[in-house]
C-alpha cells in the first residue's frame, strides 16, 4: 500500500541523515543545498545518457572533508583562503599573458600567486585566471575596479573566487540553524521540514 | 519545498579516475555541486600516503566558467557506447546535469592520445579528454591555492 511505501521511505530518510552529519543541515537552506540538492537536481533531469547509469558504482559518501572557514549556513560572502584571497578572473583574450595581469592587478597590491591555465587543446589560455592578494583590501578594490575594465579588447570579470556558504542555484532559501549538539531525532525532524 | 534548481540554470558535475592495485584503491575525485560547493578527494595508499579530501564553496562566477568550459566542450552531446569499457587498469567516470540533461560516462584510464586513435569514437574520447584536462586544471588551481597544497 502507499502508505507502507511512504513510511519506508521516511525511515530511509532519518538513516541517511543521521548518518551524514555534515550536510543535514544544508537541506534546509533553499533548493541547492547539500545531498538533498544533489539528489534532486538529478531526479530533476529530463534526459540520461551514458554507462553510468546501468551500475551505480558504491561511494563512499561518509568521508569528511577539510575545509577553510566554511559556514553551510548562512552567507554567501567572500571567504579568504589559507593565505590570502583569492578572484577569479574571466573572459580573457586567448592571448593574454601573465604579465599582462600582474600589470593590471599590481597596482591594488602585490599579488601573491597567479594562475593563469593553458586550454590543453589549443595551446592558448582558457579564458580565466585566479589571482590572490594577502590583504582583503587589495582584493577588494582590485575587484571593484577591474571588473569590467578592458584588456586586450576584452572586458575583464572579476569576482571573488570562494563564498563562505552555499550559493547558486538556490540563491536566498530559508537560513538554516547550525545547531551542532541538537540529539539525531530533533536534527531529522527539523531538517525534513520543507 | 520549491527547489529553485530543477530548471535550466541547475548545475552538478563529478569526475573520478582510480583503480584498485597493490596499493589500495587510489583515486582522484572531484565533485561541483549546484550549491556550489567543491569536493575534493585524492586517496593513495602509495608509501602510505593518507587521503587528501577538501572543500569549499567556490563562487557563481566560478560556477559560470565551468558551464562555459562544459557548454565549449560540446561533452553533452557525446555518448559512451562506444567507449572502452573500464578495466583492470582503471576507470574514469564523469557525470554532468545541465540543461536538464543527465550524462553519467564510464570508460578506462586513457593514458595519451595516441590511445584514443585506435578506438570506436576517437571525436568523442578526444572531447572527453581534453574537458577532463580543463577540468582538472581549473580544480588544482582552485584546491591548490585555497588551501596552499600541492593537491596531487
Known amino acids: 500500500s502507499t502508505d507502507r511505501i511512504a513510511s519506508m521511505a521516511d525511515t530511509r530518510d532519518i538513516i541517511r541523515i543521521t548518518e551524514d552529519t555534515e550536510d543535514d543541515f544544508e537541506q534546509v537552506v533553499g533548493g541547492g543545498g547539500g545531498d538533498e540538492g544533489v539528489r534532486l537536481i538529478k531526479e530533476s533531469a529530463k534526459s540520461r545518457k551514458g554507462r553510468g547509469f546501468e551500475s551505480e558504482q558504491d561511494r563512499d559518501d561518509t568521508m569528511e572533508f577539510d575545509a577553510v572557514g566554511i559556514d553551510d549556513g548562512d552567507t554567501a560572502g567572500p571567504q579568504r583562503s589559507v593565505e590570502g584571497w583569492i578572484l577569479f578572473v574571466r573572459n580573457l583574450h586567448e592571448e593574454t599573458t601573465e604579465d599582462d595581469l600582474m600589470d593590471k592587478f599590481n597596482e591594488y597590491g602585490e599579488v601573491k600567486s597567479l594562475h593563469l591555465n593553458l586550454n590543453r587543446r589549443t595551446g592558448y589560455i582558457k579564458g580565466y585566471a585566479l589571482v590572490e592578494f594577502e590583504h582583503y583590501k587589495e582584493a577588494s578594490t582590485a575587484q571593484n575596479k577591474l571588473n569590467g575594465a578592458d584588456l586586450n579588447g576584452q572586458r575583464m570579470q572579476v569576482d571573488w573566487g570562494f563564498t563562505r556558504g552555499p550559493s547558486g542555484g538556490g540563491g536566498g532559501g530559508r537560513k538554516s540553524r547550525r545547531q551542532r549538539d541538537t540529539k539525531p531525532q530533533q536534527r531529522s525532524e527539523r531538517s525534513r521540514s520543507r | 519545498m520549491a527547489t529553485k534548481d530543477s530548471g535550466a540554470d541547475a548545475f552538478y558535475l563529478r569526475y573520478y579516475i582510480g583503480h584498485r592495485g597493490i596499493f589500495g584503491h587510489e583515486f582522484l575525485e572531484f565533485e561541483f555541486r549546484p550549491d556550489g560547493k567543491l569536493r575534493y578527494a585524492n586517496n593513495s595508499n602509495y608509501k602510505n600516503d593518507t587521503m587528501i579530501r577538501k572543500e569549499a564553496y567556490v563562487s557563481p562566477a566560478v560556477m559560470a566558467e565551468l558551464r562555459r568550459i562544459v557548454t565549449e566542450s560540446e561533452i553533452m552531446q557525446e555518448d559512451d557506447q562506444q567507449w572502452p569499457m573500464p578495466d583492470r587498469v582503471g576507470r574514469q567516470e564523469l557525470e554532468i546535469v545541465f540543461n536538464s540533461e543527465h550524462i553519467s560516462f564510464t570508460t578506462s584510464k586513457i593514458g595519451s592520445l595516441a590511445e584514443i586513435t585506435g578506438t570506436k569514437d576517437p571525436d568523442g574520447l578526444r572531447t572527453f579528454y581534453y574537458l577532463?584536462?580543463?577540468?582538472?586544471?581549473?580544480?588544482?588551481?582552485?584546491?591548490?591555492?585555497?588551501?596552499?597544497?600541492?593537491?596531487?
Not at chain 2, 586544471?137 to 591555492?145: A, M, Q, R
Open chain 2, 132 to 152: 577532463v584536462q580543463d577540468l582538472k586544471c581549473l580544480v588544482f588551481s582552485l584546491i591548490g591555492l585555497h588551501f596552499k597544497i600541492r593537491p596531487i
